[in-house]
């Protein structure tokens, strides 16, 4: 008895020095700032000398939370009980919450800069006239492939991950729609298409894509294509950039039968406790030289067109990060199907997996 | 006498309320509701008449069953020998302590170790094997699922163990019981308590492991769990989240039915 | 029991081997200077120097041993006297209910705990942060609290009891001086387990976190789509150290007095023994 309660007090005060440890280098940093903005992201979404000179420029103490999937992020926004002041969850997600009133409307006299943003990326049908969101980054869904793994052959196109010589080569994204995605379009369907007849197809098409697939993963994708585990992975452009990066031999296309087009936009949630930090935020992410410097670390492709001037010449020009307009037309945009819909491509896509 | 008792179990009893019974409310609400928020039987049936969740189920078990008696094997005699050293409870810390190790952390390093350019494929090219692919293979999940699990189970067989009575096992042998005698009418028996507790902690949470399936079996391997997550996070499918939730509750109550204690009386006869 | 000496020697060996085979490759990596945990270019501390600088991982990590510490504790106070509780549940049957409502935590997978749990603190109207996480970490880790204690309880000697009894002992008493001491074992084990479950969760965590306060694990999980960075492993090898010391340290101090408590009990510190 005594031996427990001698225990508990050594546990008790152990973790007393925890916290007075803590508290100690909060406040020898300083960083106990009281006005706090809490800025809800994805997972490396942002280069941490931005957030630190938006702290300095504005006073405002960032919290920088994460997740890792739209849904995740709208579970958390959904329940209530935090108190994020700005998130940036990707389009089909951002016109769930919009018709779910679960995003603030923007007031746009408090918003500066937005004529930086290119118009193409404005007034899109998930947000028209952009009342509740304001462009991020943007990105595409892609091949990216080892060129001295694949002995003289370059796929271009869907079709050609289908070929019996790439047997248990290929990393494949782990999300529903984007394989079941590419059945569709290798069969010059709609991405968005909810046609039960050409879904089954689709996934019939895809069990020939099954024998190639090594392993169904997600954001690690980008360390094994750069240990070279793999020679081809489907994956999105900004993991490609950090992958070509890293290892000289990879090479990202955009495949010949069209692929995704995304856009993650930043919004304010209902929840939001500082609108005046957010609304600073917002500010600081459309100036040129802060959205050029961003694009920069994280990869993706920025939607702000003065931002161009100050980005590398060989980015800029690199058309499978900045699509020409002809294949931009090839790109399709995910549309937020309805829970029923979701649930059919989540079924198909459980039962692709379960082939292997 | 028994007044005083319940009062010191009040916050167990508050906690099977607030953090057990509530909850499981919550996943049988769900579990009878449809995509558009109405009563329904549809989960249910989906459940029972789809293939692809039968086989999940199926795959599942059987993988949990593996894991389990791997852990098993690689457990007892390491309890059982742990009990005869001489610093033994140190020695058993030394052997829990890699589980404080971040689990995300220590599966990177697998994945480092398995991978096409790692450790272990070094050593076989080196002895003139040639490299094998390793990860994202069947093999390697079971392996780091049992690596995982092999301290739930190590803790409770040592206690268990060495909690017999050294007197019995010397009473044994003063009378002439060879070793594997005495092991085996003697401390195996007295040490099945702590058998049950491992098994029941390491059978039922392996039903449900989803990160390791993704990042070491690269989804070969789809458990109970996967699809759970899926349908919590992704479809956002509560109801058949919740209905396959409830699955598991029910098979976990069969595990425990099955690995309970029988009554000395019934064991005798 | 001596001749099998050398072989078990051997295998717990091995299995030592097995365990810390990961470990080692953390730790080995965490000095290297090509910044991956895959080809070793050279030998650097450039990943401890960046640790020392990186407050916010200093502060997540200390969090996370004070979240594990004091959820462990209260879930092996509550999870033993529930284990109590259901030892001396007179019926069967509710000892099994009450075996089976605590197991049910340990079957879910910790997505349902963790959309579960959030659910319920929304309807209570609780803000997330540490006091969620605190609390969400003490509710699944006393199952299995209970799950160790209760073997104890099963084998210990009921006799014991109804004597203290016959010869006055009060419940307290009872409590304090026969089944404390004869479940410790349990207690211990279940506040190892606990501690562990505690470190290692990151799905319930995940769910439950907010207003800025993390763990550990849900740390490493969101850098770790950059791949892991090496300060991660930097880390892990210096709270490693520490635990280990603290463990060989305690059980050594431990050691020592127990050795001086035998020494007081030899003849010749009889004057020692007798003075109060």
Redesign the interface.
């Known amino acids: 008895m005594k031996k427990l309660v001698n225990l508990s007090l050594l546990i008790i005060g152990l973790s007393a020095a925890a916290f007075a440890g803590g508290r100690l280098i909060e406040q020898a940093q300083g960083t106990g700032g009281s006005d706090v903005f809490h800025l809800y992201n994805w997972g490396d979404y942002i280069d941490s000398d931005l957030i630190d000179q938006f702290e300095e420029e504005t006073g405002y103490r960032v919290v920088y939370e994460t997740f890792d999937s739209n849904e995740a992020m709208y579970t958390k926004v959904q329940q209530g009980g935090t108190g994020y002041d700005l998130a940036i969850p990707s389009e089909y997600m951002i016109e769930r919450m919009i018709e779910e009133n679960l995003v603030v409307e923007l007031d746009h006299s408090r918003i500066d800069g937005l004529d930086h943003i290119d118009s193409d990326f404005l007034n899109l049908n998930f947000d028209p006239g952009n009342r509740y969101s304001i462009p991020y980054f943007w990105g595409t869904l892609g091949i990216a492939y080892n060129e001295d793994m694949l002995e003289g052959f370059e796929p271009e196109s869907w079709e050609d991950l289908y070929r019996p010589e790439l047997a248990n080569s290929i990393l494949m994204i782990d999300g529903a729609r984007e394989v079941l995605g590419i059945g569709l379009q290798t069969l010059g369907y709609s991405l968005n298409s909810t046609d039960n007849s050409e879904l089954q197809e689709a996934t019939e098409q895809l069990r020939g894509l099954s024998p190639n697939i090594k392993a169904l993963v997600a954001d690690e994708i980008k360390m094994y294509m750069i240990q070279e585990e793999a020679a081809i992975a489907v994956t999105y452009s900004g993991e490609a950039a950090d992958m070509m990066w890293e290892n000289e031999s990879i090479v990202y296309i955009l495949p010949e039968e069209g692929s995704n087009l995304w856009f993650d936009n930043m919004v304010i949630p209902h929840t939001a406790q500082n609108e005046e930090a957010a609304y600073a935020f917002i500010n600081f992410m459309l100036d040129p030289e802060v959205a050029a410097q961003n694009a920069d670390y994280v990869g993706y492709s920025t939607p702000n067109e003065t931002a161009m001037d100050y980005l590398p010449e060989e980015t800029i020009e690199d058309e499978q990060f900045y699509p020409s307009e002809t294949m931009m037309d090839n790109l399709e945009v995910y549309e937020n199907l309805g829970l029923y819909h979701t649930g059919i491509y989540n079924d198909l896509f459980l039962e692709f997996k379960m082939i292997k | ?2 007044k ?3 009062l ?2 009040v ?3 508050l ?2 309320l ?7 409310l ?2 049988l609400f769900q579990s009878f509701r449809g ?1 558009d928020g109405s009563f329904t039987l549809v989960n249910i049936q989906t459940y029972f008449t789809s293939r ?1 969740y039968l ?2 189920t199926l795959q599942s078990f059987i993988y949990a069953f593996l894991i389990t008696v791997l852990t098993l094997t ?1 457990s007892y ?2 309890a059982y ?2 009990t ?2 001489k ?1 033994k ?3 058993l ?14 599966t ?6 398995l ?5 272990v494929n070094q050593l076989l090219d080196f002895m003139g094997l040639g490299a094998q ?1 390793l ?2 293979t069947r093999i390697s999940f079971l392996i780091v699922a049992t ?1 995982i699990e ?3 189970m190590l ?2 067989v040592f ?2 163990i ?2 017999i009575n050294d007197s019995m096992v010397y009473a044994s042998r003063d009378l002439g019981a060879s ?1 594997w005698k005495t092991f085996s009418t003697v401390i195996l028996p007295l040490s099945l ?2 058998v ?2 491992g098994v ?2 390491v059978f ?2 392996s ?2 492991l ?2 390791l399936t ?2 070491i ?4 391997v ?1 458990t ?2 996967t ?12 109801g ?3 209905t396959m ?1 409830i699955v ?2 029910i ?3 069969a595990v ?1 039915y099955l690995t ?2 029988r009554k000395r009386g019934v064991a005798v006869r | 029991m001596i001749k099998n000496n050398k072989w078990a020697s051997l295998y717990l060996v091995v299995v030592f081997i097995l365990l810390y085979t990961p470990i080692a490759y953390l730790i080995f990596y965490s000095f290297n200077e090509a910044g991956t945990m895959n080809q070793f270019s050279g030998f650097t501390l450039e990943h401890y120097a960046a640790l020392a600088e990186d407050t916010r991982l200093m502060i997540i990590a200390l969090d996370t041993i004070r979240v594990a510490l004091l959820s462990a504790l209260l879930a092996t106070t509550i999870g033993t006297l529930g284990a109590i509780g259901i030892y001396y549940s007179r019926r069967r049957e509710t000892q099994n209910l009450l075996l089976g409502f605590n197991n049910i935590l340990l079957v879910s997978p910790d997505v349902i705990i963790g959309a579960s749990f959030l659910l319920l603190f929304t309807v209570v109207g609780f803000r997330l942060g540490f006091y969620s996480v605190l609390l969400s970490h003490i509710a699944f880790s006393i199952p299995i609290v209970v799950l160790m204690v209760l073997p104890r309880l099963e084998e210990m000697n009921e006799n014991m009891i109804t004597a203290a009894k016959d010869l006055g002992a009060t419940n307290w008493q009872v409590l304090k001086e026969i089944i404390l001491p004869n479940i410790t074992p349990g207690i211990l084990a279940g506040y190892f387990m606990a501690f562990t479950y505690s470190i290692d969760d990151f799905a319930v965590t995940f769910f439950v976190t907010g207003n800025g306060f993390a763990t550990l694990s849900v740390e490493i999980y969101s850098r770790a789509r950059q791949g892991v960075s090496l300060e991660i492993n930097a880390l892990s090898t210096v709270l490693f150290l520490v635990a280990f010391s603290l463990v060989a340290g305690y059980y050594f101090i431990q050691k020592q007095q127990r050795t001086r408590k035998l020494a007081h009990m030899d003849p010749t510190n009889h004057e020692k023994a007798v003075t109060p």
């Open positions: 006498m028994v005083q008792r319940k010191l179990s916050p167990y009893y906690w099977i607030l953090f057990v019974i509530f909850p499981v919550l996943l995509l692809v086989t999940m690689i005699p390491a020998f742990l005869r050293t610093n409870q140190l020695w810390l030394v052997l829990i302590l890699p589980t404080w190790m971040n689990i995300l952390l220590k990177y390093a697998f994945i480092g170790i991978s096409q350019t790692g450790m692919p990860l994202f690596y092999i301290p739930f803790l409770p206690n268990a060495d909690d070793e308590s702590g049950r507790s029941q902690a039922i949470p039903l449900s989803f990160m993704r990042l079996a690269g989804n070969r789809i109970l769990g699809a759970i997550e899926q349908h919590f996070l992704v479809t956002q499918n509560w058949m989240g919740s939730g598991l509750i098979i976990m109550f425990m309970r204690k």
